[in-house]
């Protein structure tokens, strides 16, 4: 460690000099080593480059991206502490968004499990195994809200509402850091991208997003503070504009909202080159002006474009910029630093940390997978009996492949530590039944069907006919949107060909969104939605297919039934002439020369019903659980008492299995309209067949409150109504009434 920071180490207790040290560490440092610490550098893969390591002792590096060979971390580290002029450490940067070796389902998977101890566990081992490679920073998790299934990034959201999304983005922000991120294992976590990215336009990635600032406060900007709330070390702003003005230079967001509002004292860092991407959007004309306005607006650390390294002089020579800006935002950065224990232990050593991928991450990514699958459609076909079954036909590209069914995001994944469907299966049918597997198509996207014959040969022969089919990894995640959400390629003619042989269908769907499935429920017997399950995909599958596990995850995101239908969501707003539930008469039903009145006006489709396919928190079991009996403590409160609600869980079925216990509100009336249903609890337990248990959730008026037409945080008097069930759906009712002492 260098001299001069080791001097003004000698005198008072550690964490205390070193908060001395920074102050101290600030005012040593030279303008361009201030301007170096907001920047962060692409790493080359495994290597140390001259160019790089002349970079890092000039010391203009603060962080570098994506660089996981530990090794060579350390030699990066080595270089910083000791030929820099202050040998100050380095953050090492890396999207560890659902694992680093062991892979996780995709995040939007991981959210149907709706058990934020899980997630925080999932969190926990991938910063672990990461953390093993030299990584000290991750840029997840993302709590975007995404409402548009096109949107090819739904797939590392936490979906669509705003009260999930904080509860289990939080508990991914505890799981990464743990409790003290100097911790062996602990890593930095980002809650991204601030913000409003979900709501690109036309689903397409990068998009304009347009948000009234009252659906802002009250939607999108809500599991974000929930993030800051949790101690999340830092943020990352978005590259979408937000109403006009692009994220990473958007001083209301990045200053008013989160450092005033929120008194957010971490570290903001940019997308990928989004702040010189300030001029691409013609929100600046130049590199120097981007680097202007990203500084302005407080985004600390720059992702490896350059424009504070080129131009940061320039500013402050204009007076266009003070230092005392950029002291704060170098504060902000070595502050990271040292609560990352990097100043005292900047070196990893592998040895310190337990095996990567072993049998207990393994497990928790199985039981994660297992957690996350949703059953969406049953005919009493599962779960499966091997004892009863001579032949199963295994069919679909997704069968047997340990890359795709590891979904986006997986830079440092390793397909060896895959198990697919193929190999669980035969693993666990064993010679009890014959297993003919056929991939029918050569993969997702294929538009021939050269390879329909085998699968219809596979399947004409057995008793059952277990279908992977889905989307490859590569159709979800950045820049990967969809304007038709289908199974893609030739999958739902392979269903129509299989069909035709009369073997009954149990299909598997692997995909990392919402898919439109219309043309398809019809013609299988049973729906198991597995996101993209992740290294342990074919254990869990198999697990549930089975009956070794019953299915329990349940929708974070609304399935619609046509593309047409998006945006659609279960929190929508009531309109002054809501859809009735009437039966719905399609348009080609319609009687000649009608009436221009005669079909109702309300807010419905001519040619689709409204509603969606599958439901917000929707999720079948192979049992079937009842509510009753729900008891409210009183029937009115006032703002300052809590109000307790209760219900009975029975499972009534065969099955011991967890059911996850759902609270929606309504609040009728509110000085901006509000949403139909809001989820405000949520709760997982376990029953076993025929047992009772009691679920009390407790509310304050602080979970009914919301932001009013002034963007005041407020709440209400009136009257609330309240469900309690197994999806958004809930029919179990109550009411009570919130009024002003
Ligand atoms: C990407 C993504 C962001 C990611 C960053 C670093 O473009 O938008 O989510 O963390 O670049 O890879």
């Known amino acids: 460690m260098n001299e001069q920071f080791n001097t003004a180490c000698d005198s008072k207790n550690f964490e205390e000099k070193l908060n001395i040290n920074i102050r101290s560490l600030v005012e040593q440092m030279t303008l361009s080593e201030k301007l170096g610490q907001l920047s962060q550098f692409s790493g080359n893969e495994g290597h140390v480059s001259d160019e790089l390591a002349q970079q890092i002792r000039a010391g203009n590096v603060g962080s570098v991206i994506n660089e996981v060979d530990v090794e060579t971390v350390n030699e990066l580290q080595r270089i910083a502490v000791e030929e820099s002029p202050l040998g100050i450490p380095l953050l090492i940067g890396r999207d560890v968004i659902h694992g680093f070796k062991t892979i996780f389902p995709i995040p939007l998977g991981q959210a149907a499990t709706w058990d934020t101890e899980l997630i925080a566990e999932s969190a926990k081992v991938s910063a672990l195994e990461a953390a093993a490679s030299g990584v000290n920073w991750t840029f997840a998790p993302m709590v975007d809200i995404s409402r548009d299934p096109r949107w090819g990034r739904i797939a590392e959201s936490l979906g669509e509402d705003p009260y999930l999304c904080s509860m289990l983005g939080a508990a991914m922000v505890e799981g990464f850091q743990g409790t003290n991120m100097a911790d062996l294992g602990s890593i930095a976590a980002c809650a991204k991208h601030f913000a409003g990215y979900g709501a690109s336009e036309s689903g397409r990635d990068y998009n304009t997003t347009n948000i009234p600032e009252n659906e802002l406060r009250n939607v999108y900007l809500k599991p974000f503070h929930a993030a800051v709330k949790a101690d999340v070390a830092t943020l990352m702003s978005s590259f979408s504009d937000l109403n006009g003005v692009p994220a990473s230079g958007n001083e209301w967001l990045m200053k008013d909202i989160l450092r005033d509002e929120w008194s957010f004292d971490g570290t903001v860092v940019s997308d990928w080159d989004s702040i010189r991407q300030l001029s691409i959007h013609g929100y600046t004309e130049s590199d120097k002006e981007s680097a202007f306005e990203a500084i302005t607006a407080g985004i600390d650390m720059e992702m490896v474009s350059q424009t504070y390294l080129t131009y940061g002089k320039n500013l402050l020579d204009e007076n266009r910029i003070t230092i005392d800006k950029i002291d704060k935002m170098v504060t902000h950065v070595l502050e990271l630093k040292n609560k990352l224990g990097l100043f005292e232990s900047p070196y990893t050593s592998p040895s310190s940390f337990p095996e990567i991928a072993n049998q207990n991450h393994l497990s928790l990514a199985q039981d994660v997978a297992t957690k996350s699958c949703v059953l969406l459609k049953n005919n009493n076909i599962l779960p499966l009996s091997k004892n009863d079954l001579s032949s199963i036909a295994l069919i679909g590209p997704l069968a047997n492949d340990g890359y795709e069914q590891l979904g986006t995001w997986i830079f440092d994944g390793d397909e060896k530590h895959s198990v697919t469907v193929l190999s669980a299966m035969e693993a666990y049918v064993g010679d009890e039944a014959k297993i003919n597997f056929a991939k029918g198509v050569k993969n997702s996207r294929s538009i021939n069907d050269e390879h329909f014959s085998q699968a219809i040969d596979a399947a004409t022969n057995a008793d059952v006919a277990v279908m992977v089919l889905g989307e490859e990894s590569i159709l979800s995640g950045e820049a990967h949107c969809r304007t038709n959400i289908n199974l893609p390629g030739m999958q739902e003619q392979l269903i129509d060909a299989i069909a035709k042989t009369s073997t009954p269908i149990v299909l598997v769907i692997m995909a990392g969104r919402p898919i439109t ?225």
């Not at 029937?635 to 609600?645: K, N, P, Q, R």
């Open 517 to 741: 499935l219309e043309t398809v429920i019809d013609k299988v017997d049973a729906i198991l939605f597995a996101w993209h399950p992740g290294t342990m995909a074919g254990p869990a599958i198999t697990s549930l297919l089975f009956g070794e596990e019953v299915p329990s995850g349940k929708l974070p995101v609304t399935f619609p039934r046509n593309v047409g239908q998006i945006p659609i969501y279960y929190a929508h707003k009531n309109t002054g002439k809501p859809a009735s539930n009437q039966p719905f008469i399609h348009m080609n039903d319609i009687p000649d020369r009608a009436p221009q009145t005669s079909l109702g006006m309300t807010a419905a489709y001519l040619d689709s019903h409204f509603l969606p396919r599958f439901p917000f928190g929707f999720g079948m079991s192979y049992t079937v659980f009842s509510y009753k009996d729900m008891r409210i403590n009183k029937h009115e409160f006032s703002s300052d008492e809590t109000i307790e609600i209760e219900v009975e869980v029975t499972n009534t079925g065969n099955y011991n299995a967890d059911e996850v216990v759902q609270l929606y509100i309504r609040d009728l009336v509110g000085s901006v309209t509000r949403p139909i249903k809001e989820l405000k609890r949520f709760k997982r337990i376990h029953l076993f067949k025929d047992q009772t248990k009691s679920v009390r959730f407790l509310l304050t008026s602080e979970d009914l409150s919301f932001y009013d037409r002034k963007m005041h945080l407020t709440t209400e008097a009136g009257k609330f109504h309240v469900w309690v069930g197994g999806d958004s759906t809930a029919s179990l009712h109550g009411e009570f009434e919130l009024i002003n002492k």
